[in-house]
Antibody, heavy 116, light 110 residues
Framework: EVQLVESGGGLVKPGGSLRLSCAAS????????MNWVRQAPGKGLEWVSS????????HYGDSVKGRFTISRDNARYSLYLQMHSLRGEDTAVYYC?????????WGQGALVTVSS | QSALTQRASVSGSPGQSITISCTGT?????????VSWYQQHPGKVPKLLIY???NRPSGVSRRFSGSRSGNTASLTISGLQAEDEADYYC??????????FGGGTKLTVL
């Protein structure tokens, strides 16, 4: 069974930084493209970033480009999202997501709240 | 990266069929087979319903079906049931090697 467990969420002040982690199990982690998808309170889903099985294959959404950095550690079956210069509009539940046919597998999410 | 266009809400009575549409461009919905649909109940994690325009993952009811015409993808739910009441999102791969979601459609079962 594929399991994705996010951690690292919390309350941070505007302009601050936070690092999210996602621990994966039940899959051949190094073969999967991994994604972060977020959902602001009461709002829809927004794709944030993806990293392919090759760490050079990285993409970001326009709203986070230049502020967020995605990375992975295949030996640790882990995915990361380093977030800098956080803004109020970054407040959301951040999901770690992967799959072969679409976004098949979702973690339970980590809440990031940006507020003074 | 503009969100795909979905109607904000749709409703139907039990037993009826409803269709939710998702409109994009030739750079996303109209240009790639990687179009998916997700169901999200309140407070829950999204669930994959349809992948590659019209394919159902194992375990998803046959009442859910997907199609596409040009730049518009559609999700049809037949034999509407009370438990279908949820938010539905489409997503598509894009020509920029990114992904984009629709704004979501809230389905109310009357």
């Amino acid at each position: 069974e594929v399991q994705l467990v996010e951690s690292g969420g919390g309350l941070v002040k505007p302009g601050g930084s936070l690092r999210l982690s996602c621990a994966a199990s039940g899959l051949s982690f190094n073969s999967y493209t991994m994604n972060w998808v977020r959902q602001a309170p009461g709002k829809g889903l927004e794709w944030v970033s993806s990293i392919g099985s090759s760490p050079s294959n990285i993409h970001y959404g326009d709203s986070v480009k230049g502020r967020f950095t995605i990375s992975r550690d295949n030996a640790r079956y882990s995915l990361y999202l380093q977030m800098h210069s956080l803004r109020g509009e970054d407040t959301a539940v951040y999901y770690c997501v992967t799959g072969t046919t679409g976004f098949d597998y979702w973690g339970q999410g980590a809440l990031v709240t940006v507020s003074s | 990266q503009s969100a795909l266009t979905q109607r904000a809400s749709v409703s139907g009575s039990p037993g009826q069929s409803i269709t939710i549409s998702c409109t994009g461009t030739t750079s996303d919905v109209g240009g790639y087979y990687s179009v998916s649909w997700y169901q999200q109940h309140p407070g829950k994690v999204p669930k994959l319903l349809i992948y590659e325009v019209s394919n159902r993952p194992s375990g998803v009811s046959r009442r859910f079906s997907g199609s596409r015409s040009g730049n518009t993808a559609s999700l049809t739910i037949s034999g509407l049931q009370a438990e279908d009441e949820a938010d539905y999102y489409c997503s598509s791969y894009t020509s920029s090697s990114t992904w984009v979601f629709g704004g979501g459609t809230k389905l109310t079962v009357l």
